[in-house]
């Protein structure tokens, strides 16, 4: 989910605009209903339906794990971070603009912090950061809209793949357990459980190890590539080849960029 928020500012850019409005009434519409999701499941597994009286005890075994709410509850981090990155996004795309069109030398190194950048927009833009809250809270309370509705589902599919999995019995016996005072402080710890320290932790070390697996590899990809033929351009390729381009993209040589 790392790239999403970047990918969900740079949709909404061109929202801001030059002069700094944002057409807030576009952003302000209810979210459409949410279609029920039709699912495939993988060749091999259970296609027929699930035994009455297994999915019962799996959909109240489904109920104590994920309560109402709770699934925006797990979620809720990630919605921040996403908001956070948007935002961050948006200023980083603010001051890249400043400095294109600014008198500034291209070979000038400008480094400042966030707070320092966003004092900037500010002086160009007095409501920028007003303008910032207002994208990023929408895109929150939408993220949060679309959590709260597909709760009822993630729970039903939680319940048939409990049903797909185990026996009635078994069913019975997680049942049991949850409602002992062990299994009631489980439920409880739950939903922190994912969010303390010591995996949040362990989460950034492993994101930190695989930010550099691209940068510590390009010497090897270079290495492995290097008896490939080189990268044509478009100028490189004949006219049959220009021509099975255009049929695949979809494109006309009328349409089509030469460079």
């Known amino acids: 989910m790392r790239g999403w928020h970047l990918a969900l500012a740079a949709a909404l850019l061109p929202l801001v605009g030059a002069a700094g409005a944002v057409p807030v009434t576009s952003l302000a519409a209810a979210p459409a209903p949410i279609d029920p999701l039709v699912v495939t499941p993988p060749r091999g597994t259970r296609t027929s339906p699930v035994d009455p009286?297994?999915?019962?005890?799996?959909?109240?075994?489904?109920?104590?794990?994920?309560?109402?709410?709770?699934?925006?509850?797990?979620l809720q981090p990630n919605i921040d971070r996403m908001s956070g990155g948007a935002r961050n996004a948006m200023l980083n795309?603010?001051?890249?603009?400043?400095?294109?069109?600014?008198?500034?030398?291209?070979?000038?190194?400008?480094?400042?912090?966030?707070?320092?950048?966003?004092?900037?927009?500010?002086?160009?833009d007095p409501a920028f950061g007003q303008r910032q809250a207002i994208i990023t809270d929408m895109i929150a309370t939408r993220i949060g809209a679309i959590i709260d509705a597909h709760d009822p589902?993630?729970?039903?599919?939680?319940?048939?793949?409990?049903?797909?999995?185990?026996?009635?019995?078994?069913?019975?016996?997680?049942?049991?357990f949850l409602r002992t005072p062990a299994g009631a402080a489980y439920l409880e710890a739950q939903p922190l459980i994912g969010r303390d320290p010591a995996n949040v932790?362990?989460?950034?070390?492993?994101?930190?190890?695989?930010?550099?697996?691209v940068p510590g590899a390009i010497k090897?990809?270079?290495?492995?590539?290097?008896?490939?033929?080189?990268?044509?351009?478009?100028?490189d390729l004949k006219e049959g080849e220009k021509a099975q381009v255009y049929k695949l993209i979809g494109a006309t040589p009328a349409s089509a960029t030469s460079r």
């Open 53 to 74: 009286a297994r999915l019962t005890a799996a959909s109240e075994v489904a109920a104590l794990l994920m309560p109402v709410g709770s699934l925006r509850q797990a």
């Open 93 to 124: 795309t603010a001051m890249r603009d400043f400095v294109r069109y600014a008198a500034i030398k291209p070979s000038a190194q400008i480094r400042i912090d966030e707070a320092t950048a966003t004092k900037a927009m500010t002086a160009m």
């Open 153 to 176: 589902l993630a729970r039903a599919s939680l319940g048939v793949a409990l049903a797909n999995r185990l026996s009635v019995a078994d069913l019975t016996a997680l049942l049991a």
């Open 201 to 213: 932790e362990s989460s950034k070390v492993l994101m930190t190890r695989l930010d550099g697996v």
């Open 220 to 235: 090897d990809i270079i290495a492995a590539t290097a008896d490939l033929p080189k990268v044509r351009r478009y100028v």
